[in-house]
């Protein structure tokens, strides 16, 4: 699906400080198709991970993943923000620029930051490399809305959390939404899947965490008046938008825990008692 017609030999068209920009006149210009249908979610999850790549939207967030050692495949940016690379060793990776109506028809959207970059994966490391380097982590079951996981990212990188953990039915981490919300913080912080679910749950416990499970029944323990053993290497177990956890997540946890809330207010979005939760568990850190 990711096939089209070439638009005919093309040149460079100007000089960058360090790599030839290459101009793009044709959407469906073969040399793009690592950029082809980004909004089509179904789409992009069959083509990126089984070709080993991910896109990713806007300087910063390209910028953040060079320096963490993503190898990029491509650049694709409107014509008039090419200067923005133009410091970047962009190695063996071709720069192609278009005018905003090709960058539209070709990816399906309005690129309003005006830079894409296709990147190559690295390997993920496996839950017991990741667990292990840890002191204290999140667990993510059936968390697929990607704007949830990359917000979960950027609340872990900020607020002391030192990796994810994720079910195997979460989301990927890689897709552009989740990298685009966490504003590259998905490169920051290291995660990995477990291969079983929700046995992944004793493994987290046998790497010396306390497992939490988030839910807002009332009889679990007010997040704040956990004691120090649980907080001292805790693994926050979080579930899905609307359903939660699962009753066999929570079954397998070692201490269920709430945020009380007021005027009645159930829960909040899991990205948001995310934040909440971890601020609690590390308000005491040294910053």
Known sequence: MFTGRGSGPAGPV?????????????????????????????????WEPPHGLFIAEGELVLRRALRAGYPARSYLVDAKRVDQLADLDTGDAPVY?????????????????????SFRRKPLPTATEVLATARRAVILE?????????????????????AVLLSPTCAD??????????????????????????????????????VLAMT???DAVPIQRLTAAHRERAALLLG??????????????????????????????VAAAAAVAFWELGRDDPL
């Open 14 to 46: 100007r000089q960058n400080r360090r790599v030839p920009v290459h101009q793009i006149t044709d959407p469906d210009d073969d040399r793009i198709a690592d950029y082809r249908a980004l909004t089509d979610v179904e789409l992009r999850t069959r």
């Open 97 to 117: 620029a278009a005018t905003p109506d090709v960058l539209q028809r070709a990816t399906g959207f309005h690129v309003h930051r005006g830079v894409l970059a």
């Open 142 to 162: 059936d968390v697929n809305n990607h704007t949830n996981l990359g917000a979960v990212f950027r609340g872990a990188a900020a607020l002391g959390i030192d």
């Open 173 to 210: 981490p890689l897709y552009r939404r989740s990298v685009r919300v966490s504003m590259g913080e998905v490169f920051a912080v290291p995660y990995a899947k477990f291969e079983r679910w929700p046995a992944g749950l004793d493994q987290a416990r046998e790497a010396g965490f306390t």
């Open 216 to 218: 807002p029944a009332p």
């Open 240 to 269: 899905a938008e609307g359903p939660g956890l699962t009753a066999a997540a929570q079954a397998a946890s070692d201490v269920r825990v709430v945020i009380p809330m007021r005027r009645g207010v159930d829960s909040l979005n």
